[in-house]
Every structure is written in structure tokens, then in C-alpha cells.
Nanobody, 124 residues
Framework: QLQASGGGLVQDGGSLRLSCAAS????????MGWFRQAQGKEREFVAA????????DYQESAKGRFAISRDNAKNTVYLQMDRLKPEDTAVYYC???????????????????WGKGTQVTVSC
């Protein structure tokens, strides 16, 4: 199971840190990703990190503002979001997959596990 937390209401330009805690003993066997879904829009890829943390991929709009990281000892993946914009407002979801790597994360179909989302709202 995946449990995301850390969402909330923040002003334009503010920061939030999302966390996603995973249960089970095989966390390090999974690549981890963050996705978001704004109201009325499709779910989209935001960032992903490989099993060891050695590779990180970002959606273009997230580059330079968001940072994904993981702590395999704590079974947790993080998304540090800085310089938030109103267009970042969405429900954010974490996901885990054994096979996805690199550009595979842009395809949301076939994900092994999804967590429940956490709402991020950025006010003007």
C-alpha cells in the first residue's frame, strides 16, 4: 500500500513537501513516481525515481522547481515542490512499478500500485 501525505493550501511561490510511505519489504525493488490530476483533466506524470535513486525524471514544467527523492530505509519517496504556481493545483498521487524506467513513466497504464491522492492547492 502507498499512502501519500503533505498536501495543502499554499500561496503562489510557496513550497510543499509531499511524502509517500509504502508498506511491505520490497520498496527498493520498485521505481517510484508522482503524478497529478487537475480538476477536469487527465492524470499526468510529474516525476519519477529509479529503484536506487540514481535516475530521476521530470515533466518539463517541474524541472528546476520540483525534486524527487527516496529513502529506501524508510520506505518513503518524497516530492519537494518549490516556487509553486496556481497551475500546479491538483490531486497528487504516488505510484510504484517494478518495470517502468525513464520515459516509460509517461505512460500511466499498467502501474503496479497507486496510492490515494493528496490535494495541493496553490492560491494566487
Amino acid at each position: 500500500q502507498l499512502q501519500a501525505s503533505g498536501g495543502g493550501l499554499v500561496q503562489d511561490g510557496g513550497s510543499l513537501r509531499l511524502s509517500c510511505a509504502a508498506s511491505g519489504r520490497t520498496f527498493s525493488a520498485y521505481g517510484m513516481g508522482w503524478f497529478r490530476q487537475a480538476q477536469g483533466k487527465e492524470r499526468e506524470f510529474v516525476a519519477a525515481i529509479s529503484r536506487s535513486g540514481g535516475r530521476k525524471d521530470y515533466q518539463e514544467s517541474a524541472k528546476g522547481r520540483f525534486a524527487i527523492s527516496r529513502d529506501n530505509a524508510k520506505n518513503t519517496v518524497y516530492l519537494q515542490m518549490d516556487r509553486l504556481k496556481p497551475e500546479d493545483t491538483a490531486v497528487y498521487y504516488c505510484a510504484a512499478d517494478r518495470a517502468k524506467y525513464g520515459s516509460d513513466w509517461y505512460r500511466i497504464e499498467g502501474m503496479d500500485y497507486w496510492g490515494k491522492g493528496t490535494q495541493v492547492t496553490v492560491s494566487c
